[in-house]
């Protein structure tokens, strides 16, 4: 499968953006689906994940309450909406599939990545 991220960009601190990852090549309708996001210098970090049919999600304890992650699997895309901006979110953003229904906060349990796309919070 192979998995697309859109919608980055730049945006002013306290704004918002929506990412999408698109699933091309099969589905992932049945897998967990993470975001991650790499900084420059920093190691890549989970944002937080969504189970197979959408209804548990988990995340990092630095997007609590500002990010959301959603799914439709009719159309094999994720969604990660973002609010509340702060320059500290500034990085690429990755979604990946899990291996299975469920996913955790490592990279490790993720087997197929998209490319990622750069989100920049201007102060």
């Known amino acids: 499968v192979q998995l697309q991220a859109s919608g980055g960009g730049l945006v002013q601190a306290g704004g918002s953006l929506r990412l999408s990852c698109a699933a091309s090549?099969?589905?992932?309708?049945?897998?967990?689906v993470g975001w991650f996001r790499q900084a420059p210098g920093k190691e890549r970090e989970s944002v937080g994940v969504i189970s197979w049919k959408g209804a548990s999600t988990l995340y990092a304890d630095s997007v609590e309450g500002r990010f959301t992650i959603s799914r439709k699997n009719a159309e094999n895309t994720v969604y990660l909406q973002m609010n509340s901006l702060k320059p500290e979110d500034t990085a690429v953003y990755y979604c990946?599939?899990?291996?299975?229904?469920?996913?955790?906060?490592?990279?490790?349990?993720?087997?197929?990545w998209g490319q990622g796309t750069l989100v920049t919070v201007s102060s």
């Open positions: 090549g099969r589905t992932f309708s049945n897998n967990a």
């Open positions: 990946a599939s899990a291996r299975g229904p469920y996913g955790g906060m490592s990279v490790s349990g993720y087997i197929y």
